[in-house]
């Protein structure tokens, strides 16, 4: 971002600017919800959206790492959570092997 604002505080500020607007040039919009309730509709709206952004639509289309080699899967966090698993599984990663092989634990016997 150009002035370095986090996020959050930009979708925030935006919610209210937006509801502010709504209120004062827009009040036929929505003409039974307060002030509150409105800024709170549009910022779940629009921290939905900055997810959406984050998680899924940056990554594939507008990162500069997108061309990098990916897993061969469609989703790759399920990959990760896949090959996670596999890791644990195998014998020689558990930390009781580790453990009984440990050269500190031939000194203390």
Not at 54 to 82: C, D, E, G, M, N
Request: no cysteine; aromatic share 18%.
């Amino acid at each position: 971002m150009a002035a370095d604002i986090p996020a959050p505080f930009l979708v925030i500020g935006i919610s209210a600017a937006l509801s502010m607007v709504n209120i004062f040039f827009f009040p036929e919009t929505f003409p039974d919800t307060t002030p509150t309730e409105l800024f709170l509709l549009f910022a779940s709206v629009n921290f939905g959206l900055w997810g959406i952004w984050q998680a899924f639509i940056y990554p594939t289309w507008f990162s500069p790492l997108r061309s990098l080699p990916r897993p061969k899967v469609s989703f790759p966090y399920l990959a990760a959570k896949r090959d996670f698993d596999l890791l644990l599984t195998q014998s020689w990663w558990l930390p009781s092997h580790r453990l009984r092989a440990s050269p500190l634990r031939k000194t203390l016997g």
